[in-house]
C-alpha cells in the first residue's frame, strides 16, 4: 500500500456496462481508493452515429472521479498518467485492450483481471454466450493476476455459479457481474495484504473462444432443436440471432422447444402454423418462434409475424451460409 495513506489506491480500467458494478463495489469500500479510472475513448453509436461515452466514464464522473481515456496505454505519455496515481493495484474488467509489460509491473501488486467464466475453459471475448451454447451445467467469475498470455494469469478467486438452462447471455452477463462485484473488494484488499496464494491454470483444461460477428448470429436449421433454442439465447441481446425467409431478414430474439408431430418429417426450415404456435422444423426436432423481429420492424409475437406474410402454405428458411465459420470454441 501507498505510505501516504491506509487505503490501497486502485486504479481501476473498464469500459463496458459489465464493469460498472465492479468499479462501484470498489468505490464503496473504505479501505479502497480509486484516483484515476481508465476506459476507452467516446465512440460514436446508434443511427445517428453521435459520440457516446463508457458506461464506466458515465459512473465514475458520477462518482466525481477523475477519468482517463486514452486511445491506446502503449504510449509514453499514457504511462506516465498512470504512473502519477501510483497504483498499488490495478484493476481490469473488460477494459478492451491487452496491457503491456511495463503497464502489468507498475502497480506494487500487479493487476488484476476479472473474467466470467471458470478459468480456464473459455478464455476469449465470448466467455458468456459459451456456456449457454455448449448447455454447461455451471459457469462463474474468476479473477486472475493479469499476464502477458491472455486470460492465462494465475487465478486469485473463484466462484461457480450454476445455470438452469433458460438464461440469455444478457441475463448472465449482469448476473456475472453482480456476483464478480460482490466479491471483488474483499478480494482485492486481501490480495493487496498478501493473504491469498495464487494458483496456476491447468493449461491442459484450457478452452478459447473468439470474437463474435453478425454473420455469426445466422440460425442454421440444420441444427438440432436443442442446439438452435441454446443458439438464441446465448445471441440475445447481442448479437441476436436472425435467419431470412423469402431473402427478407428475420431476428429472431425468443423460440422454445415443441414436442410437435405435425412439424415432423418436414425439411429442416420449414415453417407453419400449429397447436404449439408458429412452428419450425430443424435438423432435429421442432422449435416454436416466439418473439421476432422483422426488418425495419418492431419486435413482435411470431403469430403475429406470420398472419402478416399472407399466406396459410408452409414456407421454408433460406439455407444459411454455409461458407461462415462455425461457432465453435477450441483448444490449442
Known amino acids: 500500500m501507498s505510505e501516504t495513506t491506509a487505503q490501497l489506491r486502485v486504479v481501476f480500467a473498464g469500459s463496458p456496462v459489465f464493469a460498472v458494478p465492479s468499479l462501484e463495489a470498489l468505490l464503496s469500500s473504505p479501505e479502497i481508493d480509486v484516483p484515476l479510472v481508465v476506459t476507452q475513448p467516446d465512440r460514436p453509436s446508434g443511427r445517428g452515429r453521435k459520440l457516446r461515452p463508457p458506461a464506466v466514464k458515465v459512473s465514475a464522473e458520477a462518482h466525481g472521479i477523475p477519468v ?31 496491457l503491456t509489460r511495463n503497464v502489468l509491473e507498475l502497480p506494487a501488486h500487479g493487476c488484476l483481471n476479472v473474467h466470467p467464466s471458470l478459468l480456464p475453459v473459455y478464455r476469449g471475448s465470448l466467455p458468456i454466450q459459451a456456456p449457454i451454447l455448449n448447455g454447461d451445467p455451471e459457469t462463474g467469475v474468476s479473477i486472475i493476476k493479469l499476464v502477458r498470455r491472455m486470460d492465462a494469469g494465475p487465478i486469485v478467486y473463484q466462484e461457480p ?23 471483488l473488494p474483499g478480494v482485492v484488499l486481501r490480495w ?50 436472425w435467419s431470412t425467409i423469402r431473402e427478407n431478414r428475420l431476428t429472431i430474439n425468443q423460440v422454445t422447444l415443441a414436442n410437435a408431430q405435425e412439424a415432423a418429417g418436414y425439411p429442416p426450415g420449414t415453417v407453419m402454423m400449429g397447436s404449439n404456435g408458429v412452428m419450425v422444423s430443424a435438423g432435429d426436432g421442432v422449435v416454436v418462434l416466439e418473439q421476432v423481429q422483422p426488418a425495419g420492424k418492431n419486435s413482435m409475437h411470431a403469430v403475429d409475424w406470420l398472419r402478416g406474410m399472407q399466406t396459410t402454405e408452409p414456407m421454408r428458411f433460406d439455407p444459411a451460409n454455409s461458407e461462415r465459420d462455425p461457432l465453435i470454441f477450441t483448444r490449442e
Not at 206 to 233: K, M
Request: aromatic fraction near 10%.
Open 161 to 183: 455459479y450454476p445455470l438452469n438452462g433458460h438464461e440469455t447471455a444478457g441475463d448472465l452477463g449482469k448476473t456475472l457481474a453482480e456476483l464478480a462485484a460482490s466479491r
Open 68 to 98: 482517463f481515456q486514452p486511445e491506446t496505454l502503449r504510449d509514453e505519455a499514457a504511462f506516465s498518467r498512470l504512473e502519477a496515481a501510483e497504483p498499488d493495484v490495478i484493476v481490469v474488467v473488460s477494459y478492451g485492450e491487452i
Open 192 to 241: 493487496g495484504r498478501g493473504e491469498i496464494t495464487p494458483v496456476e491454470q491447468d493449461e491442459s483444461r484450457a478452452s478459447y473462444t473468439r470474437e463474435l460477428t453478425r454473420a455469426d448470429a445466422e440460425v442454421d436449421w440444420e441444427w438440432s432443436g436443442e442446439y438452435i433454442e441454446r443458439f438464441v439465447r446465448a445471441m440475445y441481446p447481442w448479437t441476436r440471432a
